[in-house]
């Protein structure tokens, strides 16, 4: 592994890095920083949660003159979560350098985004949409861009995107260095990028598998009508720090979140039919943790890169092997570990053995834990929340009342009863969740008087209500 000395940096780019806390280069970095930093178009593959944002990140500071108040570097991304988050990892990149990235994407004021164009940002990170509206109405102007980036590259020429990057590109002059990252890079996709790159260099870092070794991998095979039982379960056993639930469809996500709340949970939705200000306030509190599980479509599958996910679910199976690989991937980033679940139905199981065979790894088949293993489970992590309140001293002002209570009762009695009130109790709280196979025929699509559903207390704490506004938006990726 290199530092970042040995790229021959600038002093203020070496400072932004060491003050990210980042002291060697991970692999990708490595090979992609000195080839960049000459120039040269990259087509980059490397693991997720590996550092492939700094790895075009670096490169793209260096190359940009904060002397000039024009865009020089463009970096689109298929979602505007990333875009938000691409641009914060440039801006720390770029803080000693003089050097800012503004994030333009759908869904926010844009004459908010204007004004914040005024400043004069040297990179522009956007989704596809509103960079092509901002090109229209002459408010970005591209023909001083010295390099392009398209990160999540094969999400961003899969038939979804490509017409709009090739509108993009063909807006951008020709002399221009491009770089495509991701952590899947298909034969077809990268047939095509030749076409609007120059004789790129093909850096792929070998792995043994497309996932990441650190990441456990376990599949439950269960009829479709006890999932969400199932998942819940899994919840308990496994106590998340924070989870990521991946379900098929908007409709979905919402019902399924609703659900976990009726049942105790934190969950917060996120998917292409919230506004804007709903998907922040997800994410927002998703981050700073006082929303243990995030219930998503593929719209939060690729590249956001939250440190404290413990945990991904999928409780509908991904639609293909690379979906598997970016949705599974948003836990175990940078040799951290992680656990991955599936829920699958018996038909869904040849779905899934196409999935280790793309990814050339064995996915655990596991049995669904019984009520009584979940039950031992809370049980014991209620006791060892009692053990770290003695550790801590905490207990002690309690102790008075506590011999008192002795006088009149045994100590397991109280002690238990202590563990009964302390410990969460399997919920069998009644939800709905609308079948799945319902899901694919539209005259069968679950109607729009959906009864709102309410929710419950978890103890200690007040659970907290979500909102879906439908917002009819036809934007890209409002389709999940
Ligand atoms: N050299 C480094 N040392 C320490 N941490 C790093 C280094 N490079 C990147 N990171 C951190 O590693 C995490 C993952 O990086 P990043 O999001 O760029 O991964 P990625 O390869 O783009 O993943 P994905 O394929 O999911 O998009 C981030 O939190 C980033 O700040
Ligand atoms: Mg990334």
Avoid at 20 to 30: C, K, L, P, V, Y
Avoid at 90 to 103: D, E, F, Q, T, V
Wanted: with cysteine; hydrophobic share 35%.
């Amino acid at each position: 592994m290199s530092t970042f000395y040995e790229f021959g940096l600038s002093n203020a780019l070496i400072k932004a890095v060491s003050s990210m806390g980042f002291e060697e280069a991970t692999s990708i970095q490595e090979l992609a920083i000195p080839i960049a930093l000459k120039g040269k178009d990259i087509i980059g593959q490397a693991q997720t949660g590996t550092g492939k944002t700094a790895a075009f990140g670096i490169p793209i500071i260096e190359k940009c003159d904060p002397h000039q108040g024009v865009i020089q570097g463009l970096v689109i991304t298929p979602t505007r979560e990333l875009a938000i988050q691409v641009a914060e990892e440039l801006n720390s990149l770029g803080h000693y350098s003089k050097i800012r990235a503004l994030p333009i994407y759908g869904g926010q004021n844009i004459e908010r985004q204007i004004k914040a164009l005024k400043n004069k940002p040297q990179i522009i990170v956007a989704t596809p949409g509103r960079l092509m509206d901002h090109m229209r109405r002459k408010l970005i102007r591209l023909q001083h861009l010295t390099t392009v980036i398209l990160d999540e590259a094969d999400e961003m020429l899969n038939m979804g995107f490509r017409e709009d990057i090739e509108t993009i590109l063909s807006d951008v002059p020709d002399k221009r260095q491009t770089m495509l990252f991701s952590a899947t890079m298909p034969q077809p996709i990268q047939d095509l990028a030749h076409r609007f790159m120059q004789e790129p260099e093909f850096i792929r870092i070998k792995a043994k598998e497309i996932t990441v070794s650190s990441t456990e991998q376990y599949c439950y095979k269960v009829h479709e009508k006890e999932k969400f039982d199932a998942l819940c379960r899994l919840l308990d056993l496994h106590s998340p720090e924070a989870a990521i639930v991946f379900a098929r469809t908007k409709r979905r996500v919402d019902e399924l979140s609703d659900a976990l709340i009726k049942r105790g949970y934190f969950a917060e939705a996120i998917h292409g039919d919230l506004t804007q200000p709903q998907r922040d306030s997800a994410m927002h509190k998703f981050k700073n943790g006082s929303t243990e599980i995030l219930v998503a479509t593929d719209v939060a599958a690729r590249g956001l890169d939250i440190g404290s996910v413990t945990h991904v679910y999928n409780f509908d199976i991904p639609q293909d092997p690379d979906s598997y690989v970016h949705r599974i991937g948003r836990t175990g980033r940078l040799g951290k570990p992680g656990i991955a679940a599936t829920l699958a139905s018996s038909r869904e199981m040849s779905h899934i053995e196409l999935i280790e065979r793309s990814i050339k790894r064995n996915i655990i088949r596991k049995p669904v834990p019984t009520i009584s293993e979940t039950v031992e489970e809370q049980q014991r992590l209620t006791a060892g929340k009692l053990f770290q309140v003695i550790e801590t001293d905490e207990h002690l002002p309690y102790k008075g009342t506590a011999l008192k209570l002795l006088e009149d009762s045994q100590a397991a009695n109280l002690l238990a009863a202590a563990l009964k009130l302390l410990t969460k109790e399997p919920d069998q709280t009644p939800v709905h969740l609308t079948d799945a196979d319902l899901w694919t025929t539209k005259k069968n699509k679950p109607g729009k008087n959906r009864k709102k559903q309410g929710h419950h207390r978890k103890p200690g704490k007040s659970a907290k209500k979500n909102n879906y506004i439908q917002d009819g938006s036809k934007k890209k990726y409002n389709s999940v």
